[in-house]
Each structure stands twice: as C-alpha cells, then as structure tokens.
C-alpha cells in the first residue's frame, strides 16, 4: 500500500492556525527573512520594480517578504513519506542528517587529507548542493523575477537548517550579466561544527556554504558568480559576511576558482580572457590559444569524478579507454592526460580512425616504405612511430575494420610495428589512449568489435557523461565560451538574457560540449557589441526547443522577440513594429527569423548586401525574406 506524502507546508498550516486566525504578523524588518512556515500573502512585482530582463537593484525596500516564491511556497515543494524512508524536495530525494554526524565528517577529512583538500571537496559539495536547489526555482516557478528567484537561495537555505542569511544588498545588471551581493549569515551550522571540534581560529570555515551560494547565483544567473567570506564566527568575529561578485569583477579570484576544481589542471579561464584582444594582439592570442578546448571546465559532481580518475591514472602508462556520446570533450580528456602524465614533454598524436579510408589505415598507423605500392615516393613513419617516448590517442577506435583491428592489437601486445613494404620490426614506447561513441561490449555481441582488441583497450575505462546530466556545469561552460569567443571575434558581447539562460538549462543539448560552444559563438556573431545574447541569437538553426520554454514576448512600439517570460498574447500590426498587417506571423521559429532579419537590416542601416553578409547568406535571400515579411528597406 503506497505511502502518503504530507506537505510540510500542510503541517505548518495546521500547527499554526490558531495564530494565524489571531493575526499574527511576519517579520518584515530590513534584510530579516521569516524562519515560520505559515503561508504569506502573493506578491506581485510593482510597477516601479524594474523589468526581469532589466536588471534589478535589491535592497530591504526593493525586496518584499511576500514576492514569490515565498518561504510557504518553497515549503509547499517539502514532502514527508515517513513509513518508507523517504524525503523529497520537490523530485530531488533529502535527508534529515545530525549536524554533529557532518562535522565528524569535516573532522575526519581535515585530519585525514588535510584542512585546504577538505575545504575544496566540501566547498564543491556544496557547490553542486546551490545549483541543485537553483534548478529547482527555476523549474518550479519559472516566470519568477530575478529578485525573487535570488532571494529564493537564502529561504531554501533557512529552510534546510544550514544558515539564516540577512541581506545587505545586491544588485544585478542583465544587460552587462554583472552581479554584486553582499550578506551576513547566523547561526551558520558548519560554525557551530568547526568551532566545537577546533575552537576560535584565524579563518572563515563556512566552506559548503559559501560553496552553495556560487553554485546557486551561478547556476540561476547562467554565468560564474564567485562567493567570498570576509569575516567569520570561526574566526573570532561576531558574524559570518560574504561577498559575491560576478568572476571578471573580482581582481584576485584565483584562489577561490581553485577551490571549485577538483584537480590542479581544473580551472576556468573566464576571468583572464574577458575583454576584447586589441587586433595587433589577436595572431599572439591565437598562438597562445589554439582552442577553448585547451581547458577543462566544470565543478559537477560526475565532472570530479571523471577527474579524480584521470588524475589516478595519469602517473602510470596504462591504457586508457574513454567512453561517451559524441561531443562530451574526450579529446580534450585524452590531451588533458597526457599534458599531466610523466610523459607530457614527448610527442601527443592524434588519429580520427573514422576519418581514414580503410585503404590508407595501415599505412598512417604504422608508416611505410619506399615504393611499397605506387605513389610511395619516399619512407613515411606512421602514427605509432612520431608518437614513440609519448602518447597515441585512437579517436572513433570503434570504427576500425577487422583487419585493421588485428594489426592494432599486435602492435599493443608486441609493442613493435611493421612498416608498409617493411621487412624489419620497429620497436615503439606508445601510451595508447582510445575514445568510443559506441557501446564496444555490444558490438563485440554483434561481431562488430574484436574481443580481444576490447579487453586490450578496456584496462582502465572513463566514462564521461553526457551535459544534459551534468547541467551544473553550464554556466561555467557559457561564462568560459562567452568569453573565449568575445576575444577571438573582437567583440564585447555583455552576457546573456535571463530568457537566454532559462533556454539553455532548458535544452537536451545532443552534441553536448561541442554543441554549447558553437551555440556561444553563434550568438557572440550575431548580437551586436555591450548587448546581451537573447534566445533566437542561439537557437536559430533549427533546434527543437520544449514548448513550455520558447514563447514570444512583444513588446509595445517595439519588435517581438523570443523569451521565456510566458505565453505570447495576440499583437496587433501597425506600422511601429515594421510588419505590413498583411505579413505571416507564423510560428516561434518564423518569428525568430523575422527578428534576426529586422536587427541585422537596422544595424547595417538598411544595407541588403551588409546584412546578407552579416547573416552568412545571400543578397537575393535577405531581399526575398524583408519582401516576405514586409519590412520596409
């Protein structure tokens, strides 16, 4: 018999009714948050508060108590099923732990692997704990203003027994994605912890909390917010202060980033790269930055652990086999192993299997001889030779044919090739790393894939996980990107949309890493300089789109443009917005063409062949499209 699941909120009405009949009133003091649990009036946004995409400047004023969600409406998401064990926070599963068990937890890993290991292991926990709770709000109330949904963060915070948080201000520009808050925390848990295990010390110690926060504004803002503790109880002052900034406006952010990565070669270079290279700089940059590739970026649970496991296997010359869909960064894994391992001064070659005719596979594998077939000018080393000293990586290993499956295993087991035309083994010290799309141990089932060759392969396997199940790592990855394509095209693109950001968290991504970073590119091309990325600056080539989070905002005397903030109400054409009355308002992607069009017409002054230009299409396009939608040139 299925258990009852019981609202806390439920409980908290019936536990206070009686003071809610006599009238009692919440606490509305500046920056103080109601730790009850009875239900508070709905509030709405003012006509003076400023608009969500807007930006907003918060301050005991500007914040009501009331705006949602409000802390009966995150209480409403608690349930309670005790005859089965279990506690959810809306589909997220809790637990009720004693706050003693987590500080015998904190003791044991700061005497075990040392206080700077554990302060990061606890800081990224409570990283992945703040952008958790943020997808949460954003998911249960996605129409909330940034204020609210901001504010959100500090009464789940409250409401978990972690902290009460007291604002002292915050403000938010969307427009420039630049953020600022400042907070002060009572009754901080992890203080009460730290202090009876080691007394008053000389530093903060609200590590998970602090973790939380960045993970949180992180998470909900869709670029790097990072947290900062100036003062602490654990360090002898009345109350614990944080300071949160967005990462390019902090002047020394290094030592916070190193605690959100897991590994030493972990680290986002959003706040080195941001700015414009001035153009005499840009063939220095390029030489310095091949790629955004060059650096690992994320702080996700599955992301650390994939991590922690290459920096295992990096001191050995084990093989290693990575695993994951297409676009998921095994190439940068494999690079990123061999820059770590002893062997990083030797050469690192690489080999797309599925890009090299079957004909040629040998030869590029292995070399080949002086007029071993025609055509054969000259002796030529194969990949295993120039890769001699360091490391071979085998990218699309699964696309090999059997025979050439067979010759790859020999030379693992031997490690000795035979040139083309060669009569002479050729002794090598490879290191072969292989990456895969496919499920090896089904098609080896199938007869696709040599047994053999698999178990060879398959001595130390990482599986790297696909974005849409490590989403705590997108406003990293956006901020990183954003920041690398602002450098590499020379442009100054502010941030992103809120509806943007929405839209991104939103997103399956089926080609992943590779995906998001040309969805990035696409819109720093396509918005102009000190603007912010909107949703049909992304999404414009066709990508499906839930459609509960792609509508179409309008906006009075100007354009309609694709957001996330609710349904689109019928509009009505006049000659303010540029649509003759006769022209199709088709659907969201039409709409998402017309704008596109309309913005690059306005920008490039009416110039047809400049904005065809602009667009990457012809001029005769460009001119049949503003005829179509009857945009006056």
Not at 27 to 35: L, N, Q
Not at 383 to 404: I, N, P, Q
Request: net charge negative; hydrophobic share 40%; charged share 20%.
């Amino acid at each position: 018999m299925p258990k009852q699941r019981i609202s806390l909120a439920d409980l908290a009405r019936l536990a206070n009714a009686s003071h809610a009949a006599s009238g009692l009133a919440h606490e509305r003091s500046a920056g103080t948050f109601p730790s009850e649990l009875e239900p508070q009036p709905a509030g709405r946004r003012s006509s003076s508060e400023p608009h969500p995409l807007a930006g907003f400047d918060a301050n005991a004023n500007a914040i009501s108590q009331a705006a949602h969600p409000t802390v009966a409406d995150l209480s409403e998401c608690l349930f309670f099923s005790p005859g089965d064990g279990r506690i959810w926070l809306q589909d997220q599963r809790m637990v009720l732990l004693h706050s003693e068990s987590l500080g015998s937890l904190r003791r044991e890993l700061i005497d075990s692997i040392g206080l700077d290991k554990a302060r990061g292991l606890l800081t990224r926990a409570g990283y992945v704990s703040g952008a958790r709770d943020a997808q949460l709000v954003r998911k249960q109330w996605p129409e909330a203003d940034p204020t609210a949904a901001a504010m959100a963060g500090t009464r789940l915070h409250a409401l978990e027994g972690v902290v009460k948080v007291e604002l002292v201000h915050a403000s938010y520009d969307a427009t420039a994605s630049a953020y600022e808050g400042e907070f002060l925390w009572h009754n901080s848990s992890e203080d009460d912890e730290h202090i009876a295990a080691y007394g008053v010390g000389g530093s903060p110690a609200c590590w998970m909390q602090v973790g939380y926060a960045t993970g949180y504004v992180s998470t909900l803002f869709g670029h790097l917010v990072v947290f900062r503790e100036v003062s602490c109880r654990s360090s002898g002052d009345a109350h614990c202060r944080v300071i949160g900034k967005s990462v390019d406006l902090w002047d020394d952010v290094q030592q916070d980033l190193r605690y959100l990565n897991a590994q030493a070669f972990v680290g986002s270079t959003a706040a080195a790269e941001n700015g414009v290279v001035p153009v005499a700089d840009l063939e220095a940059y390029a030489a310095a930055n091949p790629g955004p590739d060059q650096t690992m970026v994320g702080a996700s649970s599955a992301f650390n652990a994939a991590c922690h496991m290459l920096q295992r296997v990096a001191p050995t010359t084990a093989t290693v086999l990575f695993t994951g869909e297409s676009g998921v960064g095994k190439e940068m894994f494999a690079s990123t192993l061999h820059r770590i391992s002893p062997r990083a001064a030797q050469p690192f070659v690489a080999i797309n299997c599925a890009a090299i005719p079957e004909t040629l596979m040998e030869s590029e594998l292995f070399g080949v001889e002086r007029g071993a077939y025609t055509g054969a000018g000259t002796s030529r080393a194969g990949r295993f030779e120039r890769a001699h000293g360091g490391t071979l990586f085998l990218d699309e290993v699964g696309t090999l044919s059997f025979v050439a499956q067979g010759k790859l295993l020999r030379a693992l087991q031997e490690g000795e090739v035979e040139r083309v035309g060669g009569s002479k083994t050729i002794a090598v010290d490879v290191r072969v790393i292989a990456a895969t799309n496919v499920d090896l141990r089904q098609a080896v089932r199938e007869g696709r894939f040599r047994e053999d060759l698999f178990f060879r392969l398959n001595v130390f396997p990482i599986h790297l996980p696909p974005l849409r199940d490590r989403r705590d790592d997108v406003p990293l990855l956006m901020g990183h990107f954003l920041a690398h394509y602002n450098k590499r095209h020379r442009r100054s693109v502010a941030g992103f949309s809120q509806a943007a950001v929405k839209a991104m968290y939103n997103y399956a991504f089926p080609g992943n890493i590779r995906e998001l970073q040309n969805l990035v590119e696409r819109g720093v091309i396509l918005v102009g300089d000190g603007e912010a990325i909107e949703v049909h600056h992304l999404f414009s080539s066709g990508e499906s789109l839930a459609q509960d989070v792609l509508s179409l905002a309008w906006r009075d005397g100007g354009p309609a443009t694709l957001s996330l903030l609710g349904a689109r109400p019928a509009p009505a054409p006049d000659a303010a917005s540029g649509t003759a009355p006769g022209a199709s308002q088709g659907g969201p992607l039409e709409q998402a063409e017309l704008a596109l069009l309309r913005q690059a017409i306005r920008r490039c002054g009416g110039n047809l062949s400049a904005a065809a230009r602009e667009l990457g299409v012809s001029r005769a396009t460009v001119a049949y499209r503003a005829k179509k939608f009857g945009l006056a040139v």
